[in-house]
């Protein structure tokens, strides 16, 4: 099993900057591609951003490409998002996810285990 805690939520003005951090525990994550997630109020979950297990590969949402960035840090079992350039539009519960089986990691539904998420609130 693995457990994910998000932090670095908040509430920034337009154009502000968070970081949000995915901390895992109970399991080594450096052999897992690792996604960020988000969801609005009346919306459905959606692809922000993901990393494959190395942190070779990145992938974005169009919506983000540009303003965030994912990174990892397998030593410290932690996956992050810089948000740069904060908009209203972004803001969503952001959630962490770790998938083992591979496949299409901009996919929610081939991530195995999901932390609890962090309110990120962008004020215009």
């Known amino acids: 099993q693995v457990q994910l805690v998000e932090s670095g939520g908040g509430l920034v003005q337009a154009g502000g900057s968070l970081r949000l951090s995915c901390a895992a525990s109970?399991?080594?994550?450096?052999?897992?591609?690792m996604g960020w997630f988000r969801q609005a109020p009346g919306k459905e979950r959606e692809f922000v951003a993901a990393i494959s297990w190395s942190g070779a590969r990145t992938y974005y949402a169009d919506s983000v490409k540009g303003r965030f960035t994912i990174s990892r840090d397998n030593a410290k079992n932690t996956v992050y998002l810089q948000m740069n350039n904060l908009k209203p539009e972004d803001t969503a519960v952001y959630y962490c996810a770790a998938n083992i089986r591979g496949g299409d990691l901009r996919s929610f539904g081939l991530y195995d285990y999901w932390g609890q998420g962090t309110q990120v609130t962008v004020s215009s």
């Open positions: 109970g399991r080594t994550i450096g052999s897992y591609a």
